[in-house]
């Protein structure tokens, strides 16, 4: 059974994207897939992750792209739009780590008022991680790889070029620490590309149910 707000968040950005965006869809679909896997060092925070996994990009929607930065833009759709939790929204707007594009754009102050950072750590470099090590088709990758196809794709002295060359380090590190709290998990490895089985529980390989954090 999935929780009700992942639910809300998928049926959310499948209208907004899989029609007018499918390869920006499949993307999504596998941050989410990510976020499913590591949400196990999250504690309460799990569902959390991955609603933000499933909404990241929906800023991309052709009907939402206002500023043309997508985080902004996505952000400010699901609090106006849909009132949607507030740890949620600045999730969002704050993925991979996005203040350093808004500072890119000229757009810092502003948006780091208007969506302040989330006070846990983990849980930001957790959509980091998810983000940065899946294709724009869905599939899996490392950082470094999504690093070089977004360069690749945008060219360096662009606002997204000039962004990503920024956050390199940041992304890099992020998906060490994620790496890192998944490594000194008990079950460590156990579950990986696993699935739930009943509300907030997962399978391992092993076929053994992971309690609820």
């Given at each position: 059974m999935v929780d009700r707000t992942e639910e809300w968040a998928t049926q959310v950005a499948e209208a907004e994207l899989s029609s007018t965006l499918p390869r920006r869809w499949a993307h999504t679909q596998g941050v989410a897939k990510r976020a499913v896997e590591v949400s196990q060092v999250l504690g309460e925070d799990a569902g959390l992750l991955v609603a933000a996994a499933t909404l990241h990009d929906v800023g991309y929607a052709p009907r939402l792209a206002m500023t043309g930065f997508h985080p902004m833009d996505g952000a400010r759709f699901l609090r106006d739009?849909?009132?949607?939790?507030?740890?949620?929204?600045?999730?969002?707007?704050?993925?991979?780590?996005?203040?350093?594009?808004?500072?890119?754009?000229?757009?810092?102050?502003?948006?780091?008022?208007?969506?302040?950072?989330?006070?846990?750590?983990?849980?930001?470099?957790?959509?980091?991680?998810?983000?940065?090590?899946?294709?724009?088709?869905?599939?899996?990758?490392?950082?470094?790889e999504r690093v070089a196809e977004i360069l690749g794709r945008h060219g360096g002295e662009n606002v997204v070029?000039?962004?990503?060359?920024?956050?390199?380090?940041?992304?890099?590190?992020?998906?060490?620490?994620?790496?890192?709290?998944?490594?000194?998990q008990p079950s460590a490895g156990a579950c990986w590309g696993g699935c739930r089985t009943g509300p907030g529980r997962r399978v391992g390989r092993s076929g053994h149910r992971r309690p609820r954090r």
């Open positions: 739009e849909h009132g949607a939790d507030e740890r949620l929204v600045r999730l969002v707007a704050n993925h991979s780590f996005a203040l350093l594009e808004a500072a890119e754009r000229g757009l810092r102050e502003e948006f780091a008022s208007e969506f302040p950072l989330l006070e846990n750590p983990l849980l930001v470099d957790a959509l980091a991680y998810c983000d940065m090590t899946t294709t724009p088709d869905g599939g899996r990758t490392t950082a470094e070029g000039r962004f990503i060359r920024r956050a390199a380090p940041e992304i890099f590190g992020a998906v060490g620490r994620v790496q890192a709290a998944l490594a000194a």
